[in-house]
């Protein structure tokens, strides 16, 4: 996981689509599929699944395992920004 890929499901999670993300993202469509079938793939559980058809037609939404990669990610991004201010304050002294 980086920031890319939290940022196309943070889009994905927004627009409802793959294709509006990537599009949001300056992506190509293939690219995102790619980066989601392989975060999909790697994780426990799909992070990412489409709604095929119905009366609003399809979609593609984030699972709660989705949801909670992205806290998690944004969690553990804060604790190494502190720990590198923390640490940086050190060396300047």
Sequence with gaps: MGFGRIELLEKIDE????????????????QAWRLVESMNSKAE???????????????????PEGKKAIQMFKELEKEFQEFMDHTSARLVL
């Design 45 to 63: 559980k799909p992070l990412v699944e489409k709604q095929t058809g119905g009366k609003g037609g399809g979609g593609t939404y984030i699972t």
């Design 15 to 30: 627009l409802g689509s793959i294709n509006r993300a990537a599009k949001a993202m300056n992506m190509a469509y293939r």
